[in-house]
C-alpha cells in the first residue's frame, strides 16, 4: 500500500529526493513518516509530516532534510541535501492514525565518503 522510490548512491555532501506514494484515503488521514534503519542499527525516525502538514525532524538531519507533501499526489517527500556517510541507510516510509501503521518495502540510500 506503501511505495517508496529515490535512493542511490551518492557522495557526500549531495542530494537526494526520496519519494512515497499511496492511495488517497490512506494518505489524507496519516500522519506520514520516513525512518531508515543503518546496517547493525535500529530503525529510527527520521521525519514526520502530519496531515495538517505540521513537520519534525531528528536533531541530525534538521537543516539538511525536508519533509512534504503533496495531497494532491498522494505523495510525501524527503529532500536529502549535505548527505553524509552516516546517511547511509534504507529508507522507510510509513503511514500512521488510529487503527493503522503501514509500511513501504524500504529503498536504498548509500552516501560515499
Known amino acids: 500500500q506503501l511505495q517508496a522510490y529515490g535512493g542511490g548512491l551518492v557522495q557526500t555532501g549531495g542530494s537526494l529526493r526520496l519519494s512515497c506514494t499511496t492511495s488517497?484515503?490512506?494518505?489524507?488521514?496519516?500522519?506520514m513518516n520516513w525512518y531508515r534503519q543503518a546496517p547493525g542499527k535500529q530503525r529510527e525516525l527520521v521525519a514526520t509530516?502530519?496531515?495538517?502538514?505540521?513537520?519534525n525532524y531528528r536533531d541530525s538531519v534538521k537543516g539538511r532534510f525536508t519533509i512534504s507533501r503533496d495531497n494532491a499526489k498522494n505523495t510525501v517527500y524527503l529532500q536529502m541535501n549535505s548527505l553524509k556517510p552516516e546517511d547511509t541507510a534504507v529508507y522507510y516510509c510509513?503511514?500512521?492514525?488510529?487503527?493503522?501503521?503501514?509500511w513501504g518495502q524500504g529503498t536504498l540510500v548509500t552516501v560515499s565518503s
Open positions: 510509513n503511514a500512521r492514525a488510529l487503527g493503522y501503521n503501514l
Open positions: 488517497g484515503s490512506i494518505f489524507r488521514s496519516s500522519t
Open positions: 509530516t502530519t496531515s495538517s502538514s505540521d513537520t
